[in-house]
């Protein structure tokens, strides 16, 4: 079973800056397999990523993905006051789904 | 608009069952994989169980295996769970979720339903 990690836990940062999520595999997975969701207190999760890259619909283009292999990416380019929540990495392998820990991103 | 409601969480004692409903609107049902996915309380989220668009193949967490039966009807648009010999570390809100094309990411999440298990 492939697990994924996710550093930091947490990061605290201010409106504007630059964050950067990572996302470590336990082994190799397809770049294919690898999704991004932000999810926000009491709400459900919201897809961001798929595919490792693909911005999912209405996603904003402040929000990219990245990475292969065992590490994978999610940069936030400069955070909006909205953006502040958890984020989870997930990936698909023999038919089962695996979720990271998740990165909380609060306010500095 | 996709729109997933789930409907049936409640509080139920340990060892007891409960089945939660997910009903469907704005999309073809019977086109997708569907899958329920769990978060207790204060933690992270975790896949459930997940059941092909027209559902003869069925898959499960090894956590909820032979305990939990998940099953749709596509002429109802509704998603199921069946939920038997419930533990306490089985409380959690339930999602139900909406697979893409591609079945490997969840793009329609509902907005949950709690299910509390305790005596």
């Known amino acids: 079973e492939v697990v994924l990690t996710q550093s930091p836990g947490t990061l605290s940062l201010s409106p504007g800056e630059r964050a950067t999520l990572s996302c470590r595999a336990s082994q190799t997975i397809s770049a294919s397999y690898l999704a991004w969701y932000q999810q926000k207190p009491g709400q459900a999760p919201r897809l961001l990523i798929y595919n490792a890259s693909n911005r999912a619909t209405g996603i904003p283009d402040r929000f990219s993905g990245s990475g292969s292999g065992t590490d994978f990416t999610l940069t936030i380019s400069r955070l909006e006051p909205e953006d502040f929540a958890v984020y989870y990495c997930?990936?698909?392998?023999?038919?089962?789904?695996?979720f990271g820990p998740g990165t909380k991103v609060d306010l500095k | 608009e996709v729109v997933l409601l789930e409907s049936g969480g409640g509080l139920v004692q340990p060892g007891g069952s409960l089945t939660l409903s997910c009903v469907a609107s704005g999309l073809s049902f019977s086109s997708y994989a569907m899958s329920w996915v769990r978060q207790a309380p204060g933690k992270g989220l975790e896949w459930v169980s997940a059941?092909?668009?027209?559902?003869?193949?069925?898959y499960y967490a090894d956590s909820v295996k032979g305990r939990f039966t998940i099953s749709r009807d596509n002429s109802k648009s509704t998603l199921f769970l069946q939920m038997d010999s419930l533990r306490a570390e089985d409380t959690a809100v339930y999602y139900c979720a909406k697979a893409l094309v591609s079945v490997t990411t969840f793009d329609s999440w509902g907005q949950g339903t709690l299910v509390a298990v305790s005596s």
């Open positions: 997930q990936q698909y392998g023999n038919s089962r789904f695996t």
């Open positions: 059941i092909s668009g027209r559902g003869g193949s069925t």
